[in-house]
């Protein structure tokens, strides 16, 4: 069975930082692409990251290339996003998804609607 739990979340101040963790079960983290997204309450959901391990790649999105680091560690079956200089307009519910392997896959990476196993959710709030 696939699962995917968030943790990490919370209320940090501008310009501060904060680790998310994914831990990932039910799958080899080699095998499937892993993605985080964020939400805020009445917008759609915006894909931040992702990591491919099978095709050695990762995927950022313009908002946060410079300032958050995806990571990736097999043996612990756990994905990290290391989110520096954090901004106001970074808060929202940071989800991990992951999806099926894909050919070409940098295409397709923000497309939500392609991951088919979801986390719950961690909470970030970037305030002072």
């Known amino acids: 069975q696939v699962q995917l739990v968030e943790s990490g979340g919370g209320l940090v101040q501008p310009g501060g930082s904060l680790r998310l963790s994914c831990k990932v079960s039910?799958?080899?983290?080699?095998?499937?692409?892993v993605g985080w997204f964020r939400q805020v309450p009445g917008k759609a959901r915006e894909a931040v990251s992702c990591?491919?391990?099978?095709?050695?790649?990762?995927y950022y999105a313009d908002s946060v290339k410079g300032r958050f680091t995806i990571s990736g560690e097999n043996a612990k079956n756990m994905v990290y996003l290391q989110m520096n200089n954090l901004k106001p307009e970074d808060t929202g519910v940071y989800y991990c998804a992951t999806a099926p392997r894909t050919a070409s896959w940098g295409a397709y990476w923000m497309d939500s609607s392609r991951y088919n196993y979801w986390g719950q959710g961690t909470q970030v709030t970037v305030s002072s």
């Open positions: 990591i491919s391990r099978s095709a050695g790649s990762t």
């Open positions: 039910g799958f080899p983290l080699a095998n499937r692409p």
